[in-house]
């Protein structure tokens, strides 16, 4: 071989090695999409009238909210809140 078919045989050994190197990361490039934009967002159901009843019962007859660290400290009924006074 001369050095003319030498240096081809590595310019091609080099580009089949870059269009190898090529071919196996994209599709791993491909694998760190995010999940929006794999799947794209579908539209929402509304919320069932059960559900929407239930958060109005953390909601007092003033509009104000109840936290759910209150209902530790609220008396479960007017007899109880009765007994703690005592005590």
């Known amino acids: ?11 091609v050994k080099k580009l089949i090695m870059a269009t ?27 919320p069932t009238l059960d559900f929407l009843e239930f958060l109005g019962e953390w909601e007092t007859e003033e509009g104000e909210w109840i936290a759910p660290d209150d209902l530790e400290n609220m008396p479960l009924n007017e007899n109880e809140d009765d007994d703690t006074n005592e005590k």
Request: charged share 25%.
């Open 1 to 11: 071989m001369t050095g003319l078919q030498t240096k081809t045989m590595k310019r």
């Open 20 to 46: 190898l190197l090529l071919l196996t990361c994209l599709p791993q490039a491909h694998a760190f999409e995010p999940e929006e934009a794999k799947n794209p967002p579908t539209e929402q159901e509304a």
